[in-house]
């Protein structure tokens, strides 16, 4: 099921053509993965946004996952979607509550004639407490624009 959704969403961007990310506003969504909840980005102009989300994380015997990243995009790298990088921190609500840092890297595509992105990132994180270890999360998501 996952490859497929994969799948679709890059056969998606590749058919729509080049992209150009309209730098404003405030855009909510879902991502699915790992985590899965609900998902915000709010730009906060030119190439810088912050982004973050409110899910259930499936790990760990399920938890509350709480995140917040600071993103740079890059619109002139590809020609189907903008790359974005950045770094943030996630608190995992749990038995034992998990703090950490965040370094999510991505692609976005803007829907051409649409207030709506799709999203497709891979999240390489550092739990810091109560014990350091490493860890990835990645998902996939979109975004409507107000």
């Given at each position: 099921m996952k490859k497929w959704i994969i799948f679709m969403v890059v056969?998606?961007?590749?058919?729509?053509?080049?992209?150009?990310?309209?730098?404003e506003g405030l855009g909510l969504g879902i991502i699915l993965g790992e985590p899965t909840g609900l998902s915000g980005k709010m730009w906060l102009g030119g190439s810088?946004?912050?982004?973050?989300?409110?899910a259930w994380s499936f790990g760990d015997n399920g938890a509350l996952h709480l995140h917040a990243d600071y993103l740079f995009h890059k619109d002139d790298l590809l020609e189907f979607a903008s790359l974005y990088y950045g770094l943030g921190a996630k608190v995992k609500l749990m038995d034992d509550v998990q703090l950490g840092i965040?370094?999510?890297?991505?692609?976005?595509?803007?829907?051409?004639?649409?207030?709506?992105?799709?999203?497709?990132?891979?999240v390489p994180?550092?739990?810091?407490i109560?014990?350091?270890?490493?860890?990835?999360?990645?998902?996939l998501g979109a975004r409507y624009y107000f």
């Open positions: 056969a998606l961007v590749l058919i729509a053509g080049p992209v150009t990310l309209k730098a810088t946004a912050v982004d973050a989300a409110a965040r370094v999510p890297v991505g692609l976005v595509h803007k829907l051409e004639g649409a207030p709506i992105d799709i999203f497709l990132e891979i994180g550092l739990n810091l109560p014990e350091t270890n490493f860890g990835i999360n990645g998902g």
